[in-house]
C-alpha cells in the first residue's frame, strides 16, 4: 500500500502545472500555479490582497503597488526583489522587468536628489548670521 502522507517525489513538483495567465508580451506564463490557476503574480485574488497591504503601509512580504505616490527606499528594493523573482519564475517578461528596474533607477535618483537637497539646507540654516543663502551676499 502506497502511504500518501508522504509528500511527492521532486519529479513531481516539477510537473505542476504552470499558471493559465498571458505574461504582457504574449508569451504564457510559466510560473507554478497556486489555488485559483494562476500563480502568485496573477492571481486576482492575491492582487487584491496586495492592494490591500499597500494601502495599510504594507508589511516586507507584501509586494506593495506604486499608485501615483512617492515610493519608499524600502519599498523600491522590494519592488526590485520581487520584479526579479517574477522575472525567474517566468512570470514577467525581461521588457517589462528591464523597464520596471529603469524605473526604480530613475525613482532613486529623484530620491537622492532630494535628499541632497535637504541636508544642503539643514547646513544652510545652521550657518551663523543669516538664513540659508543670504549669509553670503553680506
Ligand atoms: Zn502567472
Not at 517566468?90 to 530613475?106: E, F
Amino acid at each position: 500500500m502506497i502511504d500518501v502522507s508522504e509528500p511527492p517525489p521532486k519529479g513531481a513538483m516539477l510537473s505542476i502545472s504552470t499558471c493559465q495567465a498571458t505574461r504582457s508580451d504574449g508569451e504564457p506564463c510559466a510560473a507554478p500555479v497556486g489555488e485559483a490557476g494562476f500563480c502568485f503574480w496573477h492571481d486576482p485574488q492575491r492582487r487584491g490582497e496586495m492592494l490591500e497591504a499597500s494601502r495599510k503601509g504594507g508589511s516586507r512580504k507584501a509586494v506593495p503597488l506604486p499608485v501615483g505616490r512617492p515610493i519608499e527606499a524600502e519599498e523600491a528594493r522590494g519592488l526590485l526583489a520581487a520584479t526579479l523573482a517574477g522575472l525567474l519564475q517566468g512570470a514577467l517578461d525581461p521588457t517589462t522587468a528591464r523597464a520596471a528596474a529603469y524605473i526604480l533607477q530613475v525613482e532613486r535618483k529623484i530620491a537622492e536628489g532630494e535628499e541632497m537637497e535637504r541636508r544642503l539646507s539643514a547646513i544652510e540654516a545652521l550657518i551663523p548670521g543669516g538664513n540659508g543663502k543670504t549669509a553670503w551676499h553680506r
